[in-house]
């Protein structure tokens, strides 16, 4: 995972993103053209009036005065002066903060593997081609949401973000892919990011399965009973957990398990000197570099629908389903 800020982990792997904030593009006014008065020329006809050219360009054929261009040039910088001060000043947000938790790439199979092992040569359970591949395209989304934006720097500094990974091969793989995507460039091709995996048994933020804790199986299990033997590894657990932790399951009509390389990004911005979350989910395998994400913050629980919801009420929003870093020691009995 990546940040600019302090930021909690996520599943599979972590990183903390930005987005730039919407620009106002100004109009600009045209007026109809305007024929300038002529220089005056006479001719004179037997039997007929003189009609100088300055007195027909002094009269329209409606019998209005005709504006010159100097007077029309005045008319118009005085309307679009008038028309530029009457626009309203749009607040630009800033990204405070961001942390995403993304799934690991596609991998081979655990099961049958001995019947498919020629098909598998990284080894059972392992990244795929098609699993680093994909992986990196979600680095460079990353890259253009945060990095090119300015959000982080383009050096790849440690101190900016916090990168952490289950010890599982695949998932740590899948962050370094997913860092490379970020920062890897023709001008520093070498550049990796540091990923931190913690054992597994006092893993408390991306490991669901803690050894020899029954009591803390119990306790999740009646937090997030949609997750119940519906997911085939932690990983899926974890995002499902997630998705579930924020009554997003239902709306989302989401009954299977997250997909490889699926990723949950959370955004918290300031406006004015207010704070407020974005939540935002990828569902699809496939990043593009412009992917759309699902905006779902108007759904949770406590943003009455708000597309941006203040943080108090985020905060607010999931106090049922919280369960805190003590209170996971004490269950489990973990020495600190």
Known sequence: MLRSHPAKPEASALVALSSTPS?????????????????????????????????????????????????????????????????????????????????????????????????????????????YNHSFLLGRFLRKRYVET??????????EMKWLARQVLRCESTASTVGSGMFQTPEYPYLQVPIVSNDAHFDIYLNADFPG???????????????????KSMQ?????????????????????????????????KEKSGNPFVKFWFKPEEITKEDHKLLDLTPLIPGCNRNPECPLEDFQNCCDSVRITNATITKICKFKP
């Open 23 to 131: 620009t106002v593009t100004q109009g600009i006014q045209t007026t109809r053209p305007l024929t300038s008065r002529p220089s005056t020329v006479t001719q004179k006809e037997p039997g007929t009036a003189t009609v100088t050219q300055e007195e027909e360009a002094s009269t329209s054929p409606s019998g209005l005065s005709t504006v010159t261009q100097e007077e029309a040039t005045t008319v118009t910088q005085e309307v679009t002066t008038v028309t530029q001060d009457a626009q309203p000043t749009v607040p630009q947000s800033k990204l405070i903060f961001a942390q995403t938790l993304f799934r690991h790439g596609a991998r081979a199979p655990n099961k049958k593997f001995a019947e498919l092992k020629e098909l598998f040569p990284r080894g059972k359970g392992q990244l795929t081609d098609r699993g």
């Open 150 to 159: 300015g959000f982080l720097s383009g050096f790849m500094k440690s101190t």
């Open 236 to 268: 899926d657990w974890i995002l499902g957990g997630v998705l579930d932790a924020f009554s997003l399951h239902k709306p989302l009509n989401f009954h299977e398990e997250p997909g490889f390389n699926s990723m949950i990004l959370i955004e918290l």
């Open 213 to 231: 804790c029954k009591e803390y199986k119990r306790i999740m299990g009646t937090i997030c009973p949609l997750l119940s033997g519906n997911y």
